[in-house]
C-alpha cells in the first residue's frame, strides 16, 4: 500500500515545494528584484510580478468581470480549457495518423527514409508563428461549397504539425527495433513484408511508440495555445491568456488563472497517454535474454 | 534407396563486405542428409557452418552450387514450410505467453484456432512446461525459453529442422538435459536435422553423422559416422564408445593440420 501511495506522495510534495519556494522567494526577495550594473539577476517579488498564491486563488474564485451574470474566472478556465484540448486532441490525433503512415513508408522503402527524413526534421525548425497566417490563408482558400475551413481547423492543423515529428521519428526506430533472429524467424516462415510488420515491428515499436505519444499529446497542446493566439481564435485558452494579461497591471491575479489551465490541459495530455501505455503494457515486456 | 532431405553439391558462398572487397565463407560444400538423419556441423568460428545452415533455410543465398531441400529448391522449401527452424537466441516474441509463440508459425500459416491450440497443447507437454503455458518470456530461464523455441521449431511438423547452436548460450547442466531432451524428440518425430554447434561431446552425442569443417575459406575437412547405436540416454555419455567419437571428432578437428594452418598458428 505504502508502495502505491509513495509516487502520488512524492508528486504532491513536489507541487506544494514549488509553491512553498514562490512564496519564500516572494517574503525574502526585495520588491524591485536584484539588479547588477543595470541587470536584473532576479526578478521582481511584487505583487504586480509575483502575486501570493492566496490572491490567485482567490481571484480564481471570483467572476471574470464585474459585469452582471459574469461567470466565475475558475469556471470560465475549465470551459476555455477545455475548448482548447477539443482542438489539441484532433490535432495530436492528426499529428499521431500522419507520422505513423510518415514512419511506415519510411520503414518500407529505404530511398523514401533517406528522402524524407531531413525534411521530418527540417520541418520542426520552421517558427510556428511564421506558419500560423499561411495555414489560415490556405485553408481559407480551401473552402468549396458546403465545407467551410474553419479557424479551429488551422489551430488543429498547427498542432498536429508539431505532434507528428516524435510520433515519426519514435515510430521508425521502433518499427527498425526487431531482432535479426525474429526477421530471420519471419522470413522462415515465409511471409511477407506486410505480415512481418503487423506480427513483429508494430508490438515491438510499442516501447518505442509510447514516449513519443505522449511527447506529441505535451507538443499538441503547446501548438493549440500558440496557434490560438497567433490565428486570433476565441473561447481558447490561448486567447484567455493573452486577454487577462492585457489587464495585468490592474489585476495581476487573473492571467495566472489560464496559466494553471494550460498547465491541467498539459497534465491531461499526459494522463490520457498513461492510461493508453497501461492498456498496452504487454507490450512493454522484454525479453531476457537467455 | 532412402529419401534424400538436403541435397548439398559444390555450394560457394561469397559475401561482399564493400570496397570491393569479399570474404569466402563457403567453398566446394558438398553434403547429403538422409530423411531422418541428425547430422551435425561442428567446427571453429569463422568455418562456415551457420552460413551453410542459412543457405540451407534459404536466408541466405548460395553464390554458386545446387541446393536443394526435399528435392525442391531452397526458396520453394521454405515457402511451403518443409523446415522448422531455431537459434541460438530463442528469438521469442516478449509480448506473447508460451502458449502464443508456439502458436506464432501456426496463426501466420492460418491454422483454426482450436486446431493450433490443440497442438499448442501437445507441444508444451512435449518440452515439460505444462505449468507455464501462460507465462511470458521474461518469467521463464533462459533453458525453458530455448524449450518454447523448439517447440516452436516442431510445430508444423516439419521433416526437417534446422538449428544454429540451439544450446549454446546455456549452462552445462541444462545443456545436457536439453540435448537428451532433444534426441527423445527427434526420435518420437522422426525428422531430420542439421545442428550446428561448436561442442564436440553435444554433436556426439546426438548425431548419426558429424560433420567437421574448417574455416577461411569455410571447407568440410571431414564427414565422421557415430554409429552409436540406440537411444540417447544419460549412460551414453560415461560409455567407451563415446569417448571414443570424442576423441575421433578432436582429432578431426585439430589433428592433421595441414601446412597453411600450422603456418596461421605460428605466427
Keep these: ?290 | 534407396m532412402t529419401e534424400i532431405a538436403v541435397h548439398v553439391r559444390g555450394v560457394d558462398k561469397t559475401f561482399r563486405t564493400g570496397r570491393g572487397r569479399t570474404v569466402d565463407a563457403l567453398s566446394g560444400i558438398d553434403l547429403e542428409v538422409a530423411a531422418g538423419e541428425f547430422v551435425s556441423l561442428i567446427g571453429p568460428s569463422g568455418c562456415g557452418k551457420s552460413t551453410l545452415m542459412r543457405l540451407i533455410a534459404d536466408l541466405d543465398t548460395p553464390t554458386a552450387g545446387e541446393l536443394t531441400v526435399f528435392g525442391k529448391t531452397a526458396p520453394r522449401a521454405r515457402l511451403d514450410q518443409d523446415y522448422g527452424i531455431a537459434f541460438q537466441k530463442a528469438a521469442l516474441l516478449p509480448w506473447r505467453t508460451v502458449r502464443g509463440n508456439i502458436e506464432l508459425p501456426m496463426e501466420l500459416h492460418g491454422m483454426p484456432r482450436a486446431e493450433r491450440r490443440a497442438r499448442a497443447d501437445e507441444l508444451i507437454e512435449l518440452v515439460g512446461l505444462g505449468d507455464f503455458a501462460d507465462r511470458h518470456p521474461d518469467q521463464l530461464s533462459g533453458g525453458m525459453q530455448q524449450r518454447v523455441a523448439i517447440a516452436r521449431a516442431f510445430a508444423e511438423k516439419p521433416r526437417l529442422l534446422l538449428m544454429d547452436e540451439p544450446f549454446g548460450a546455456l549452462d552445462e547442466m541444462t545443456r545436457e538435459t536439453m540435448q537428451t531432451e532433444l534426441a527423445r524428440i527427434c526420435a518420437e518425430t522422426g525428422a531430420a536435422v542439421v545442428f550446428v554447434t561448436h561442442s564436440i561431446p553435444e554433436a556426439v552425442f546426438l548425431s548419426d553423422r558429424v560433420v567437421v569443417m574448417s574455416p577461411r575459406p569455410g571447407r568440410i575437412r571431414e564427414i565422421l559416422t557415430m554409429d552409436l547405436r540406440g537411444e540417447r540416454t544419460e549412460e551414453l555419455r560415461e560409455d567407451e564408445a563415446f569417448f571414443e567419437r570424442v576423441s575421433a571428432v578432436r582429432e578431426a578437428l585439430h589433428g592433421s593440420p595441414s601446412a597453411g594452418a600450422k603456418g596461421v598458428e605460428n605466427r
Excluded: C
Design chain 1, 1 to 290: 500500500m505504502m508502495r502505491r501511495l509513495r509516487p502520488i506522495l512524492l508528486g504532491i510534495a513536489g507541487v506544494v515545494l514549488v509553491g512553498v519556494a514562490w512564496e519564500v522567494y516572494k517574503a525574502l526577495a526585495p520588491d524591485t528584484g536584484v539588479v547588477i550594473a543595470g541587470i536584473t539577476v532576479l526578478p521582481r517579488a511584487s505583487d504586480l510580478a509575483m502575486p501570493h498564491l492566496g490572491a490567485m486563488l482567490d481571484r480564481a474564485l471570483s467572476p471574470v468581470t464585474r459585469a452582471a451574470g459574469s461567470p466565475a474566472l475558475w469556471l470560465a478556465t475549465l470551459q476555455a480549457a477545455s475548448f482548447s484540448f477539443g482542438i489539441a486532441v484532433v490535432g495530436w490525433l492528426v499529428g499521431v495518423v500522419v507520422g505513423i503512415a510518415i514512419a511506415i513508408v519510411m520503414q518500407r522503402f529505404r530511398t523514401a527514409q533517406s528522402a524524407l527524413l531531413p525534411w521530418v526534421v527540417l520541418s520542426q525548425t520552421v517558427p510556428l508563428i511564421a506558419l500560423a497566417p499561411l495555414v489560415r490563408r490556405i485553408g481559407t482558400q480551401l473552402s468549396t461549397g458546403g465545407f467551410e475551413w474553419q479557424d479551429w481547423m488551422s489551430v488543429a492543423l498547427i498542432a498536429s504539425y508539431l505532434a507528428f515529428f516524435p510520433v515519426s521519428i519514435g515510430a521508425l526506430r521502433g518499427f527498425g527495433s526487431p531482432t535479426a533472429e525474429h526477421l530471420d524467424l519471419m522470413r522462415a516462415y515465409g511471409v511477407g513484408w506486410w505480415r512481418t510488420f503487423l506480427a513483429v515491428r508494430v508490438p515491438a515499436s510499442i516501447p518505442f511508440l509510447l514516449p513519443a505519444l505522449r511527447l506529441a499529446a505535451v507538443n499538441a497542446v503547446v501548438g493549440t495555445i500558440v496557434a490560438e493566439v497567433s490565428i486570433g481564435l476565441r473561447g481558447g485558452i490561448g486567447r484567455a491568456i493573452v486577454e487577462f494579461a492585457a489587464s495585468g497591471s490592474a489585476d495581476p491575479a487573473k492571467q495566472w488563472s489560464p496559466i494553471f489551465g494550460a498547465v491541467l490541459m498539459g497534465l491531461a495530455a499526459a494522463g490520457l497517454v498513461a492510461l493508453l501505455s497501461l492498456a498496452l503494457r504487454r507490450y512493454r515486456r522484454n525479453e531476457v535474454s537467455a
